[in-house]
Nanobody, 121 residues
Framework: QVVESGGGWVQPGGSLRLSCAAS????????IGWFRQAPGKEREGVSC???????YDAHSVQGRFTISRDNAKNTVYLQMNSLKPEDTAVYYC?????????????????WGQGTQVTVSS
C-alpha cells in the first residue's frame, strides 16, 4: 500500500511538501504518480517519476511542483511551491508496476487514501 501525508491549508503563494510512503513493496521498481481531484472535477495527473528518476509534470504545475524519490526511505515526495487556489484538491499517490511514467490514472493499480490540500486566503 501507499500512504500520503503532508496536506493542509496554505495561503496563495505558499508551499507544501507531500509524502508518499510505501509499505509491502519496494518503490525502486515502480513508477509513482501524483494525481488530484477537486470537487466536481475529474481526477487529473499532476506529476510522475519513473524508476530511474525521470520526471514528468502536467503543464499546469510545471515550474512550481517538483517530484522526487528517496529509495532508501521508500518514499516519494511532491514539493509544491507558489500554490494557487486552483491547486485546491485531494491529492493521491499511486504506484504503477512498470518502470515508466504515465499520467493516466487507469495505468496505476495501487492508490493511497488521499490528502487534502487547500489554498485560500
Amino acid at each position: 500500500q501507499v500512504v500520503e501525508s503532508g496536506g493542509g491549508w496554505v495561503q496563495p503563494g505558499g508551499s507544501l511538501r507531500l509524502s508518499c510512503a510505501a509499505s509491502g513493496f519496494t518503490l525502486n521498481y515502480y513508477a509513482i504518480g501524483w494525481f488530484r481531484q477537486a470537487p466536481g472535477k475529474e481526477r487529473e495527473g499532476v506529476s510522475c517519476i519513473s524508476s530511474n528518476g525521470g520526471t514528468y509534470d502536467a503543464h499546469s504545475v510545471q515550474g512550481r511542483f517538483t517530484i522526487s524519490r528517496d529509495n532508501a526511505k521508500n518514499t516519494v515526495y511532491l514539493q509544491m511551491n507558489s500554490l494557487k487556489p486552483e491547486d485546491t484538491a485531494v491529492y493521491y499517490c499511486a504506484a504503477r508496476a512498470d518502470p515508466f511514467c504515465a499520467l493516466d490514472a487507469d495505468k496505476f493499480a495501487t492508490w493511497g487514501q488521499g490528502t487534502q490540500v487547500t489554498v485560500s486566503s
